[in-house]
């Protein structure tokens, strides 16, 4: 997923704050359990960030919104699919979207450091 496709998704929900936060992964996120996992996207409520990484899918977007406002994976699981399905519907009716929808944008910055730089995009929310 790029900034643009996210933003996109985010714009669809009026009454939920978009994270201040965005940090994109050029890699691969997982960690060894009792099989692999791999993360798709992280919500860090303390911190209203999301973190996506290349695995992360429309649906992701929300779940993780989902997690940054406090709540588990039992209401981010079902949140996810139902926004997704409200964003594929305002993506089909435009006139429908253009009412409902308010403009998100984020802004690259430039402030994490160097090893990081090439493995991670950090945005922030532009305000106003």
Same mark, same amino acid.
């Not at 798709?40 to 996506?52: D, E, I, N, T």
């Not at 949140?79 to 944008?105: C, D, N, Q, T, Y």
């Not at 430039?110 to 106003?128: A, W």
């Given at each position: 997923m790029d900034i643009s496709e996210v933003e996109a998704i @985010?714009? /669809?929900y009026r009454f939920l704050? $978009? $994270?201040? /936060?965005?940090? @994109? +992964? &050029?890699e691969p996120v997982?960690?060894? +359990?009792?099989g692999d996992v791999i993360f798709l996207g992280l919500? *860090? /409520?303390? %911190?209203?960030m999301v973190v996506l990484t290349p695995q992360a899918t429309p649906e992701t977007v929300p779940h993780e919104l989902a997690h940054t406002l406090g709540f588990g994976e039992s209401v981010a699981r079902p949140f996810g699919? #139902?926004? #997704?399905k409200k964003h594929e519907l305002m993506e089909k009716f435009p006139l429908l979207g253009s *009412? *409902?929808?308010r403009e998100v944008k984020y802004e690259l910055r430039d402030d994490l450091p160097e090893k990081f730089?090439? %493995?991670? &995009? /950090?945005y922030v929310? %532009?305000?106003g």
């Amino acid at each position: 997923m790029d900034i643009s496709e996210v933003e996109a998704i @985010l714009s /669809h929900y009026r009454f939920l704050g $978009p $994270p201040e /936060h965005l940090l @994109l +992964t &050029q890699e691969p996120v997982s960690m060894k +359990t009792n099989g692999d996992v791999i993360f798709l996207g992280l919500g *860090l /409520h303390a %911190k209203s960030m999301v973190v996506l990484t290349p695995q992360a899918t429309p649906e992701t977007v929300p779940h993780e919104l989902a997690h940054t406002l406090g709540f588990g994976e039992s209401v981010a699981r079902p949140f996810g699919r #139902i926004a #997704i399905k409200k964003h594929e519907l305002m993506e089909k009716f435009p006139l429908l979207g253009s *009412l *409902l929808k308010r403009e998100v944008k984020y802004e690259l910055r430039d402030d994490l450091p160097e090893k990081f730089k090439r %493995k991670v &995009q /950090h945005y922030v929310m %532009k305000k106003g």
